[in-house]
């Protein structure tokens, strides 16, 4: 049961009213302070993947870091490919293992858009348990190779985000809502609370179908998160927090100890930061003990 898909668990978390943290890492190192964290905390985990880092280690590596160490972790974890434009790549995924694959169309029209999502759906629930997830508008900022300027990210359409849905197949929906990739510029940044309240009655009014994530995490303040959570959003995504971490620290290790000639105590150093970095996270969504 450790290894899962994210529709299980966003499933549950919807109706219990709590989210799931979605947490970006580029190799075991990062990987391990997540799962660290989620023991610790017994809480539901997705790692997840940019497509860069999967590129650079093979699909096939970061899938049997994983399954190796979910197997025999009490807690369900599931591997996520994040923001994937190409149709070709989320298939090699699937195939390789990974359990939510993420199709990124969201710069298409939006019948190309519904096109190469539902594409990514029907393969991946063909090949296995796989779930999928669509982005229907922009996010702000950078993620990986995908830039969009914050005055032209668009946000999504509720009657559009029913069509799309239905259209696609997809398990799980991202709809765009005012939150960026990168760092947020202000203090309080102009989220639309309505229009996500909108598109989860009109999604799962009748109860819990589809559940909704918001991503650019990083930055959110608490309280916007609890209401999203309130309102309907079952995984957050969180990723430049996590790169910063690892960045300060290594810095911070090795200003802290520049004569000694020991990696693997850089690497204890980020693992710790990361699962401390993390277990914050778990306890603002709430799925403590949720496992
Ligand atoms: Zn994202």
Known sequence: MSIVNARD?????????????????ID???LEGV???????????????????????GADVPVSIYRT??????????????????????KKCADAGYTNIMIDASKQPFDGNISQTREVAQYSHKVGRISVEGELGTVGGVEDQIKVAEDEAQLANPNQAVEYVEATGVDIFAPAIGTAHG????KNPRIDFERLGEIN???????????????????????????????????FNVSTELKRTRIDATYEYIAANRDEYEPGQVDVAVRDA???AVVHWIQMLGSSGKA
Do not use: W
């Open 9 to 25: 668990i966003l499933l549950e978390a919807s109706k219990g009213k709590y989210a799931v943290g979605a947490f970006n890492v």
């Open 28 to 30: 075991l190192i990062q």
């Open 35 to 57: 799962v660290d964290a989620a023991v610790d905390r017994k809480s539901p985990v997705i790692i997840q993947t940019s497509v860069k880092p999967s590129k650079f280690l």
């Open 69 to 90: 160490i979910a197997a025999s972790a009490p807690v369900p974890i599931c591997l996520h490919l994040d923001h994937c434009t190409e149709v070709a790549y989320c």
């Open 183 to 186: 760092v947020y510029k202000t």
């Open 201 to 235: 009655r009109r999604l799962n009014g009748k109860g819990v179908k589809t559940p909704l994530v918001v991503h650019g995490g990083t930055g959110l303040p608490e309280d916007y998160i609890k209401r999203l959570i309130e309102m309907g959003v079952a995984k």
């Open 274 to 276: 990361t699962r401390k």
